[in-house]
Every structure is written in structure tokens, then in C-alpha cells.
């Protein structure tokens, strides 16, 4: 692995910080003006993604110093490091090989000795057999009815990415099959996912990489009392529950027959994960070659990440542009508005994607970090977050930049929607970046008192991600460019982008309160007092 010098000493970095003092001025209106090709010269593309990066406040000297960065970071060694299987999850110990989850079969990817992509597609094809299977009715429920329910339970990274995946899917998905996600603990989750359906039609996918989360173990046994209570028969579980897991063990004890198991394995971290088995609700909606088709848009960007030249390398691009917002500018949070109905969950997905990824305050070798690492995501799809939110992007103090995704052809076409659609994607990068000037709201006959609530500075920074449709390749494509930008970030900051120590924490924190709550006996209290009163007001309320 590259030896690095700290962050703060790369000569980059010291040089970013001078020349960030000499442009942060600098309008948008005037680069613009001074260079009339901007929009050509800033703007990159591959595999069918558009990328245009010109709204943003750089310029040809910020995006080579941004280059330079990422050569003293290491991001090259850093790259090929990733690809060939070496443990770069080091406090973890643990390859990090998403890359090899959408490797095309006859591929070599070593780990340990062993080349995994076999494994790989061993996996997806006994995936392929049982979608087909459940797809076409030959997989039945106990009774002999046919299966139109599938319900995917798990939580965090055995969740988002299937949810994320199904949505932005539904045009391909098959119409015949109902397919939900149960994921919180609340009760409520299970309840309403399951309302109205008929257990003797319902499959449930218990997702989960330890087959120990409290939240998917809780609803997986709900999900099961649920079937029985229904079905009056053990031998049902066989047929109404599959298991994908990394830990076989856990998902015989729990009664699932591990011959209902697919696998993956430890160097597949859990919010990568929605290209491995725990893609299967997903596999299974849509079909297998929809999923494949997905898989070949992830590996279209793989290959573009491991080999284009920075300078023209979108995932590099866009992981340095977060990085200079978040450490020059100041910037707390990134945008990410998809004009696209189906990527509702997008935001959402990129959230854990993201912030669980470099959510982190120290170095890879355990050093507090005297920089600001990974900003806040956060988004909704447009155009409805124009009338919302948008009005502090505008106007407000902060600076947020954004990430808008567009595509030039719907799914549904309907009447001018579309045209209207991106009309207003264009519309919203151009005010941000430009603005409008007091005169030109003064020219527009705005009382003089008015005039300086009607101004917008512009210079809100913001690219254009533009594809030509939602299809499942483009989707992998989205999520893969995505991934690789993270990296790209985590690579400067030099964090570690593939552990989660929080989560982790999270997840062991509740199970002391847990017998305290339901303790028949008075319990003996040792919390502070803030937390002894709210578990002693819950006992002695819950009760109605
Ligand atoms: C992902 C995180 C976390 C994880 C969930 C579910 O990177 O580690 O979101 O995916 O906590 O874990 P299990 O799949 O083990 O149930």
C-alpha cells in the first residue's frame, strides 16, 4: 500500500489551500464569461454517463492540483490494491471486493491464494435458477399455491441497496409479484408489509451477512410464527424461506435448510453488498438478465475507474470535487437530486453508502484526523424538492452543493412531462450557478425595497449526471460511480471506507436495556439519571 505523507503536508494539499484563497471569490457568472467552451472543457464521459462538472468553482489549475492530490494520496496504488484483493479493510483485516461480485465469469480475482469470481458466479447462477423458479411458478408455497409474495427482511446494507434497487427496477419488475422489504424493528414495519397478504403465497428472503442483527433475527422469527400460524405445519418453512447469508451456521439453527442459503462472503462489505446475493429480491422482480444487465453496467465503471486517466476518470472527478468543498470550502453536506420518480430511494441509499463509508475521525493507521472527512448526503428526487428545500440552496448561508441526475428519455413518456422534467433540471443548475443580479431584478420593475430579497448570488455549485435512460445497466453504472467516488475520498482522507465501529456499537448498546424493559421484577438501575427515569416511566406506562 502506498506510504503517504499526512494529508495536511502533501504538497497538494498545502498548494490547494493557497489557491483556494485566490479563487474562492470567483463567480461562476465570470468564469464562464472568460472561457466560452467552459461547458465543453469541464465535462467528461463514460460508458454513456455524461458528467458535467463546468458549474463548479474550479478551474483548470484547481482541478490539476485536485489531480496532483490524488497522486500524492496514493489513489493509484490505492486502486490497484482494491482490484487485487489485497486487505485494505485494515482494521478488519478484510479484502474489499464489490469489484468481484460483477466480474464477467472467466475472470481471475485472487484472494488468499484462491480466485473468487467462480464462487461468484456459482452463487448467481443457483440465484438465476431459483428466480426462474419462484418467476415461473414451479417453486410453490406448502400448499401447493403459487408464490406472488416476496418480502426481503433485513436491515442496513441487507436492505437499502434491494429497496434502492427494486424502485428504480419497478418499470422491469414483474407485475405479478408483490415485493416488499421489511427492515426496522418497530413491529409496525412487519405489520403493514404483510397486510393483506396470504401467507401460502409469500416467500420471505431473511438477508442478513451475520445472521445475528437483533432488528432481521426479530422480524425473521415474527415472519415465521406469522407463516405457522397460517400454514399449522413446520415442514412449511422449507418452502417459504430462504436464507442469504455469509454465516451458514446461524441459518440452520434458526431452521432454514442452508440448501435454501445463498452465499457471500467477507470481502463483500454489507452497504456494497446489493450486487451479491442480497441482490436476490431484486433478481427475483426483475428477472435474471435484467440483473445481469445491471452487473455489466457495475463492471463497465469498474473498468473505467481501474484504467481512465484521472483527468477524464468521472468517480476520480467526483470524489475530489467533494473533497474540496468539504475541506476548503467548508461545505457540511452534498445534495442529491435525481429527476427521476424511480430513484426515490436513491438518496436515500447513497446516505449509508457514503456516510458509513467516511463517517470516520481517524487515519488508517489510527491517527485523529485535523481535516474534515465525509459530508452529510442527503436529497430527494426533483422537481419536487423545488418547492421545498430548494429555496435555502438559492438563498441561504450555506453552501450546499449538488449532484443533479437526468436522464433524456422516460419510461413513460406522457404527453410533455418529460420535456418539462428536464427543462426544470436545466433550469435549477443554471439559477444556482448564476443566479440574479440586483440589476437584472431591478430591470424587471421589483419596488427598491424588495430588490435585495429578490436577488439570488448564485455561485452555487452543482454537476450534471445525465444518462439516456433508466435502465438496469445504467443503474449499476449510477451506483458503481458512486461507490468509486467514496474511495476516492476515503483515499485522501486516508480512513478506512469499508469498517463501521458505530454501527457496531449500536448494535450491542440496546441489548442491555433490552431485559430491563421487560423484566418481570422491579430492575436494579444503573444508568444515569435521565435513563433510569425514561425506563421506569415506560414500565409503568406501557401497560395503557
Ligand atoms: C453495512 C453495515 C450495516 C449492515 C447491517 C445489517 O455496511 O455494516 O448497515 O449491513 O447492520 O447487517 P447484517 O447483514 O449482518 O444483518
Redesign the pocket.
Known amino acids: 500500500m502506498a506510504n503517504t505523507l499526512a494529508l495536511t503536508q502533501r504538497p497538494a494539499w498545502k498548494a490547494l489551500g493557497e489557491h483556494y484563497r485566490n479563487i474562492r471569490d470567483l463567480h461562476l457568472r465570470t468564469l464562464f464569461a472568460e472561457d466560452p467552451r467552459r461547458g465543453e472543457r469541464f465535462a467528461a464521459e463514460a460508458a454513456g454517463l455524461y458528467l458535467d462538472y463546468s458549474k463548479h468553482r474550479v478551474t483548470a489549475e484547481t482541478m490539476n492540483l485536485l489531480f496532483e492530490l490524488a497522486r500524492q494520496s496514493g489513489l493509484r496504488e490505492r486502486i490497484d490494491a482494491m482490484f487485487a484483493g489485497e486487505k485494505i479493510n485494515l482494521t478488519e483485516n478484510r479484502a474489499v471486493l464489490h469489484v468481484a461480485l460483477r466480474a464477467p465469469r472467466g475472470s481471475t480475482i485472487m484472494v488468499d491464494g484462491e480466485n473468487v469470481v467462480p464462487k461468484v458466479h456459482e452463487v448467481l447462477d443457483r440465484m438465476a435458477e431459483f428466480s426462474h423458479a419462484v418467476r415461473g411458478g414451479s417453486w410453490q408455497g406448502h400448499t401447493g399455491k403459487r408464490i406472488r409474495n416476496v418480502i426481503n427482511v433485513?436491515?442496513?446494507?441487507?436492505d437499502l441497496g434491494p429497496v434502492m434497487a427494486y424502485e428504480a427496477l419497478r418499470h422491469y419488475a414483474d407485475p405479478n409479484l408483490t415485493v416488499r422489504f421489511v427492515s426496522n424493528v418497530d413491529g409496525t414495519d412487519f405489520a403493514v408489509a404483510t397486510a393483506g397478504l396470504d401467507p401460502a403465497e409469500t416467500l420471505f428472503i431473511i438477508?442478513?451477512?451475520?445472521f445475528t442483527?437483533l432488528e432481521?433475527m426479530t422480524n425473521a422469527r415474527t415472519a415465521r410464527q406469522w407463516t405457522l400460524d397460517a400454514l399449522h405445519d413446520e415442514g412449511a418453512v422449507a418452502r417459504h424461506f430462504v436464507a442469504v447469508s455469509t454465516n451458514a451456521a446461524e441459518v440452520a439453527k434458526f431452521g432454514i435448510d442452508t440448501r435454501n442459503m445463498f452465499g457471500f462472503w467477507d470481502w463483500v462489505?454489507?452497504?456494497y453488498s446489493m450486487d451479491s446475493a442480497i441482490g436476490l429480491s431484486t433478481m427475483i422482480a426483475v428477472g435474471p438478465d435484467h440483473f445481469q444487465a445491471m452487473l455489466s453496467g457495475f463492471h463497465a465503471i469498474d473498468e473505467h475507474f481501474r484504467t481512465a486517466p484521472f483527468e477524464r476518470n468521472l468517480p476520480v472527478i467526483m470524489g475530489l470535487l467533494a473533497v474540496w468543498y468539504n475541506d476548503f470550502f467548508g461545505a457540511q453536506t452534498v445534495g442529491i437530486f435525481p429527476y427521476d420518480q424511480y430513484l426515490k430511494r436513491f438518496p436515500a441509499y447513497l446516505q449509508?453508502l457514503t456516510m458509513?463509508s467516511n463517517g470516520k475521525h481517524v487515519t488508517l493507521d489510527g491517527r485523529q484526523v485535523d481535516y474534515q472527512t465525509g459530508p452529510i448526503f442527503w436529497g430527494e428526487p426533483g422537481t419536487n424538492g423545488q418547492h421545498s428545500f430548494y429555496q435555502l440552496i438559492h438563498q441561504g448561508t450555506k453552501l450546499i452543493p449538488a449532484d443533479f441526475i437526468a436522464f433524456c428519455r422516460t419510461l413513460n413518456p406522457l404527453g410533455r412531462h418529460h420535456d418539462l422534467l428536464t427543462a426544470n433540471v436545466l433550469a435549477q443548475a443554471e439559477a444556482l450557478a448564476f443566479g440574479k443580479t440586483p440589476e437584472q431584478v431591478k430591470a424587471e420593475g421589483t419596488p427598491e425595497r424588495l430588490v435585495p430579497h429578490r436577488v439570488c448570488e448564485g455561485n452555487r455549485p452543482s454537476s450534471i449526471i445525465m444518462a439516456d435512460q433508466l435502465t438496469p445497466e445504467v443503474l449499476g453504472k449510477l451506483v458503481a460511480l458512486y461507490e468509486h467516488s467514496v474511495f476516492t475520498q476515503g483515499c485522501v482522507w486516508s480512513i478506512d471506507s469499508f469498517d463501521?465501529w458505530g454501527?457496531e456499537l449500536g448494535k450491542v448498546l440496546a441489548l442491555r436495556i433490552i431485559p430491563e424493559l421487560e423484566s418481570g421484577a422491579e430492575p436494579q438501575l444503573n444508568h444515569d439519571s435521565s435513563t433510569n427515569l425514561l425506563i421506569r416511566r415506560y414500565r409503568e406506562r406501557r401497560k395503557g
Open positions: 433485513g436491515i442496513g446494507g441487507s438477508s442478513s451477512k451475520t442483527t432481521t462489505g454489507g452497504r449509508q458509513e463501521q454501527v
